[in-house]
């Protein structure tokens, strides 16, 4: 078994050492991709000159770089798949492909990936697009600086920019993604990681996560949107340091929570969306130093939420900081600032003397009556918030931060 591993080593190695640089033309003997992919070897380099091809369903069987020299454009005319990745170990940099096929029975995409591992995407611009990227069953790939665009108008009749189905350890990175049905989908996609995307005024989401387990995605801004990121049916996810923003809608929020477990929030800045995060059925969630600024509700919790810890957390200029539908609570909240807080702190240590009830009245009206909305700045319901406060009857009375801090917290 020794020596056949290693002959199988040295027969990779010199495959590799030999491999050749075939350039790509209109004057060129390979004057198509598709030729020039026909007649490559296993580990060749395609050196793809600048111009346009018109090519489409590009097929890749066997290990390749291709890497477009200048400004290099594949135009789909809409006749299917730009590029089909069917082998582990290809490259592609630096191509543009247009006009991808569109249609409700198939899910054409610029570059289509299957059953493939240690791929790579890099600084590619996939534009007018059905799917950007399709990957499916793929495992160790890496997508970074690319950019994805289309022109969305309907769900049922457009695709997402990157879409991971059954696949690991995938690495999606410094995209920018822009007016699909989602930015970034994830099905049954675990070990794989989101970061410094930008996915923006897309119909859906920004990002979606179905079934996926031990995520993460950090420093990513969500904007525009018709909401920022789902999460449902997952558990394990790590969630840092992302920006939801303008996340506007009578539907949409900043991030849904739905049936999760076993995740951390932290170190998220949730701004002027129509609900900062909307949570039902999440379980055992951290939610910590993340900041809440301007948004219609900061948190909206529905219900099977438990043993839910919110600590260290800014709630700023929110029209509501919590709505709450149910008045059995084992959540935590506590050492968060909140704007709204009108206590005192006479031993000058940082902390509220009064504990903070950050559930109001109004918005467990609101939640029963929408209407009720355009009462919020009324007298009325200043009393009635008061009153509430007082004496809790309608609203959890164990629900209160029994440290509120007096400054924002670092």
């Known amino acids: 078994m020794k020596i056949t591993f290693l002959s199988f080593l040295l027969i990779i190695v010199s495959q590799v050492a030999f491999a050749s640089k075939i350039e790509v033309c209109k004057t060129c003997t390979n004057n198509s991709i598709s030729k020039a992919v026909q007649n490559a070897l296993p580990h060749d380099t395609l050196i793809i000159k600048v111009g346009e091809y018109v090519e489409n369903d590009i097929i890749i069987n066997k290990s390749l770089t291709i890497i477009g020299n200048g400004k290099v454009v594949i135009d789909v005319k809409e006749k299917g798949y730009g590029i089909i990745i069917k082998a582990d170990s ?16 198939k899910d054409f995409a610029a570059i289509y990936i299957s059953k493939a591992k240690h791929f790579s995407v890099t600084n590619c611009v996939l534009t007018d697009v059905f799917f950007g990227l ?8 890496i997508v970074q600086n690319n950019a994805i665009s289309s022109h969305a108008i309907e769900e049922s009749a457009s695709g997402n920019g990157v879409h991971m189905w059954y696949c690991s350890n995938l690495t999606i990175k410094n995209n920018d993604v822009h007016n699909l049905r989602d930015g970034i989908y994830l099905e049954f996609t675990s070990e794989s990681s989101i970061t410094h995307n930008n ?14 387990n031990q995520d993460e995605y950090h420093y990513n801004t969500f904007t525009h949107n018709g909401a920022g990121v ?15 923003t303008k996340n506007w809608g009578s539907a949409s929020y900043g991030l849904l929570l739905k049936e999760i ?7 998220n800045i949730f701004k002027e969306n129509t609900i900062g995060i909307n949570a039902e059925g999440a379980t055992r969630v951290e939610y910590l130093r993340n900041n809440f600024i301007s948004n219609g509700w900061a948190l909206k919790i529905s219900g099977a939420c438990y043993t839910n810890n919110f600590k260290a957390n800014n709630f700023e200029n929110n029209s509501f900081d919590v709505s709450y539908n149910s008045k059995v609570n084992d959540n935590l909240f506590d050492h968060n600032y909140w704007s709204s807080y009108t206590g005192y702190d006479l031993d000058k240590d940082g902390i509220g003397d009064i504990p903070f009830r950050p559930v109001k009245l109004f918005s467990y009206i609101v939640n029963r009556t929408p209407e009720a909305i355009l009462l919020l700045r009324s007298l009325f319901m200043e009393l009635l918030n008061f009153s509430e406060k007082v004496s ?5 009375d164990n629900l209160m931060d029994n440290h509120p801090q007096m400054k924002k917290c670092k």
């Open 392 to 396: 809790p009857v309608f609203t959890p």
């Open 261 to 267: 477990n076993d995740t951390k929030i932290s170190d």
């Open 134 to 141: 399709l990957i499916e069953k793929s495992h160790y790939g």
């Open 230 to 244: 789902a999460v449902m049916f997952s558990k394990h996810i790590n969630m840092t340091h992302n920006v939801f």
């Open 90 to 105: 290809v490259s592609i940099k630096g191509i543009t492909l247009t006009n991808v096929g569109k249609s409700y029975t």
């Open 199 to 212: 996915s923006h005024n897309n119909l859906r989401y920004g990002l979606h996560f179905m079934f996926s």
